[in-house]
């Protein structure tokens, strides 16, 4: 089978056309023909091997349409040759008789400039209608022939649709053809293959290749037709498919010479120049391919690679140019001899330094193996690369350079070692510091200042991943976060500098306790606006803020704070770095405070995969613990407090909250089960623990009347009063629910009494195990049992709630709440509703 674009595989058909096997028919593509078919005129535009051809075929033959079709080359620049061929082709689409053909025949020969006229008049002395078919037009230079050719436009009537195959605009006039409502086009766009189309050509080629792999492919060649088919070629013969299209490049194999025979051959020698010049930028402007020397016309030259198609594409309208992907990865495998490369680099670091772009800049300067300019770079903007964006693109770009160049250049060895401390990454980082120390001394003043400067970041960096919080805390504050300082350092970006270390600082007055000056220096971290570039420290503020929002008990604010930054750590592809930690485990908080299990659990595997921070990760193993025995399993509590354990922070370094829950859970383990009195981890239901005079520590003081049974029973009933009050509003569940065999009682006399908060109390109700004993009544020698939803009705019946409200609290009609209570009264043998509660109370129901 020839896989090959214009292979062997392919024919001229009199009905018009190539003809190839494993054709995909693209109902979008087919669609779009039907709509052009409408003007006089279409104009199917793109570059080599895109499936012009075979697109138009497929659609004359699945709609039946008989088309003149005339494969143009060089030799039609010769109006006899081109007008014989289109006559040719007609005469066999809309059979005539010898003497009208033998008329237009002579005009050829003779007067070939008549041609048009002739051929116009015979076609609108007939009523057939006939597609023209011009392949390959762009091969026609000859102005005159255009000319001509738009004369048979205009004169043979709505009979004639032209239909042009090229790969760059014919020199028409299109905007006044479009203008006019004669003319319709198809460009790369609407032909280009999607991930379904390329799935199914795969699927015809007998080729099993994963979804992944596919939308790889479509997305390496960009549905580039000629590539997919090549692309399948090779993963034919590939002991790894898999790994070949993962791989996919135009440096070597059947692209790289479809890419040379078809796109690099068919340039002129001063354009292949310009390619191999700047194939070493990714996207170049006429400034940019002068300053790598490609000479002062490097604007026409652009111009004219975009308007023929030459698989170079204008980027917005701001004279931006790209070269297609795999085009790139051929010319750049053409560059043999290093020196010519390095000099391309050398010249386009300088360029973008000149213009603003450092990090491009510094990609080519490792490139160009220039490691003092790619040191220098780093150290001016290493706060930026890390902190405005994902440290990944720095580590990416910084982890291949050579150790002896990383070693030799101090900026160097400091930038690897934010980069990984940034990603909370610590392997590395001590020794990468010591080396940039040990070759300080020969920098200049002020570039020694700025290192120490950023060996003085990396070691904050380094203590929050340790959780020695409280020395990160002093360096935090005692680190310069003025303009002025930071400036005098030629630091490019102070802004972030000083977000970075009000972030850090009120991360660690957060864990340390000092909730309110963590809420304001946090505040002031994350005030910058959220469309800011500026990632890491924000997002890690705003996570924090959350967090201290759901220690204070106000859930709702916490899952919309939480929520928020979670979107913004997705977009921005930061889902998995550390500082996430905190908006996740929030969510799972919230969740588990409001008895959402589930959810809970999905949201602390996410946090989990992402912390690093030992405090972090026991507060995430506590709440891990508690969510286990929320279900039951004690064992599975047990070993998630144990499996924490051995990385829990130094009792020498954590703060004391943290301590303390260490301590608690280490008992635990030891007594090998949890404690069953509800007071002992009063404290410690959440880490970081619940701040003085925040909502959730006002439950909690609630919540401890209600257990002292020393408090009378009355006052008990107030404080419940109280907690119901403070908690309705938020949900805020999990505190009654860890406290469910004592509470019960109590809850169900407080709806009878009647409650400001019958809704929330009657939920509470529903979600306390009933562990009394069902017991049968002496008097009734049988029972029949309620079913589940006339349980649940019947504890609404304890208070003073009325139908509607029950039913609205249950989301049924008020009905169905009737229907449930006659059956209650008839089960329970009673007349009402006060008799309905005494007769289940007798019962143990209630």
Known sequence: MDLGPTGGALAESLTGGPVARNVVLRTTVLERLDEARRQLVTVVCAPAGYGKSLAVASWLRDRQITAAWVSLDARFNDPVKLWAAVARDLARTLPSSSAEFARIRDFITHIPAEAPSAIATWLASRNDEVVLVLDDLHLVS?????????????????????????????????????????????????????????????????????QADVRALVRRTE????????????????????????????????????LLHEVYEQVPPSWRDFLDRVCVVDEVCADLATALGCGPDSADLLAQMQHVNAFVDEIGSAGWYRLHPLLLDFLRSRISVRGTRRTQHIRASAWFRRHGEPLTALRHSVAAEEWSTAGELVGRHVVT????????????????????????????AVGL?????????????????????????????????????LIELIHIGTRRWSSDLEALLDGCRRLPKSPGALSELGLSDWASLRTLLLSNQGTCELWLGDYHTAAATLHDAAAEDPGSRVVLPILNAQAHTALLHWACGDLTVAGQTAERVVERFGRGGLARAAQAAGAYLTLAGVAFDRDERDSAARWLDLAESSSVEPHMSLAIA?????????????????????????????????????NAAADYFRSLLAEEGPSPAPARNHALEQL?????????????????????????HNLRLESLEEALGLAAA????????????????LLAERIERGTRHPQFAHDLLTRTPDRSS??????????????????????????????????EALYVSVNTVKTHQRSIYQKLGATGRREAVARARHLGLL
Request: hydrophobic share 45%.
């Open 688 to 712: 970081p623990a619940a701040p003085p005079g925040s909502l959730r520590r006002c439950l909690f003081a609630c919540l401890q009347r209600i257990d002292d049974p020393r408090v009378e």
């Open 774 to 807: 069902r017991r049968a009544d002496p008097d009734q020698g049988f029972f029949v049992p309620l079913s589940s939803r006339e349980t649940n009705v019947l504890q609404y019946l304890i208070g003073s709630m009325t139908t509607a409200e029950i039913a």
């Open 385 to 412: 690369w890390t902190v405005r964006r994902s440290p990944t693109a720095l580590l990416t770009l910084l982890e291949p350079v050579p150790q002896e160049a990383v070693l030799v250049e101090p900026e160097l």
């Open 622 to 658: 506590v709440l891990r613990a508690r969510l286990n025995l929320a279900d039951g399993l004690v064992a599975d509590a047990l070993t998630a407090i144990g499996d924490a354990m051995p990385a829990a922070p130094s009792a020498a370094t954590a703060p004391a909250p943290i």
């Open 223 to 258: 549905g580039w037709a000629a590539g997919l088919r090549l692309a399948a070629l090779g993963m034919r013969e590939a002991a790894d498919p898999h790994a070949y299209a993962e791989s996919l490049s135009g440096h070597a194999g059947y692209i790289a010479e479809y």
């Open 142 to 210: 000859n102005d005159e022939l255009h000319s001509q050719l738009l004369e048979l436009i205009g004169s043979a009537g709505p009979h004639l649709h032209v239909l042009a195959i090229t790969r760059h605009d014919p020199p028409w006039p299109l905007h006044r053809m479009r203008l006019d409502g004669i003319l319709d086009e198809l460009t790369v766009d609407q032909i280009r293959f999607d991930d379904d189309a390329a799935a199914e050509l795969f699927g015809m080629l007998g080729i099993c290749v994963s």
């Open 730 to 745: 938020e949900n805020l569940r999990r505190p009654f629910l860890d406290r469910a065999a004592p509470i019960r009682r």
């Open 417 to 453: 070692a934010a980069a990984r401390t940034m990603a909370g990454i610590s392997g590395g980082v001590t020794e990468l510091v010591a080396a940039s120390r040990s070759r300080m001394p020969r920098l200049p003043a002020t570039r020694r200042r700025r290192l120490d400067f």
